[in-house]
């Protein structure tokens, strides 16, 4: 961890950033703050306990990116990051969710800085050796359950039949979670482009590297996605 900037500095950052035109949401906290304070409302009109832990957690988020994006100086990719996630999670006024951003950011800079390091994932040539013994009934099993896939492609591969608790989120996610069951890419994709993509991820998108699901595990989800998948 670097060592955190002191307050003041801080402060005086976000005033010359403000100042001269590259202010940021994420950097000008107390506007962030505010829309948070909005969010929280919205998402929680009736409950103020759960107004009071939304805007918490919300608040150590915003705290966290603003000391995130201060040890980075502009343009490098790093600070893009941020911004991108940002964009992602915090554009939409009144639903703006930086706990989301921040789950975005650290995710993105982690699989950033391996690439960096030139130590790379260890899926990036899967060797597929489990693809024969798949079942698909293990896979939807899978897909439905410990994959947490119908939290965002729906029920089904249908991405409009949602968990209740994730289809406000959904609304907003640019590009939308893609419909297993017509989409034509996956129709052409191999099986193993389907493996890198759930094992690895698609880059700057929501689709993130799967990583609470095994190899075999997604071989046999593959199976289940291809039973589904009729364009
Ligand atoms: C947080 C939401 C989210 C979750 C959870 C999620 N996905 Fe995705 N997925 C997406 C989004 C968004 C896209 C579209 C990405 C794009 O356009 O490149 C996508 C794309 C895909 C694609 C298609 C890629 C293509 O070429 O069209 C496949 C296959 C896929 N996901 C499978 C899965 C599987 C299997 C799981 C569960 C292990 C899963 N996804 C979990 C959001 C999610």
Known sequence: MNKPIRKPFRIALATIAIIIGIASPVLAGD??????????TNKWPTDFRMQKYCLDKQK???????????????????????IRCRDKWAAEPGTEDYKMVLYCTNQQMEAYQALDSGSTPKADRPTPTSANDTSPTIGEALYHGKGVCK????????????PIATGDQLKRMHPKPTDIRTSTDIQKKTDQDIFQIIKLGSP???????????DEEIWHIISYIRTINRP
């Open 31 to 40: 506007d962030a703050i505010s829309k948070a304070r909005t969010s929280c």
């Open 60 to 82: 150590t988020s915003i705290q966290e990116l603003a000391e995130l994006f201060d040890q980075y100086s502009q343009g490098t990719v790093e600070r893009d990051i941020v």
């Open 151 to 162: 939290s965002c492609h729906g029920y089904g591969g249908d991405p409009s039949n949602l």
């Open 204 to 214: 700057g998108t929501a689709m993130i590297a799967m990583d609470h699901v095994n």
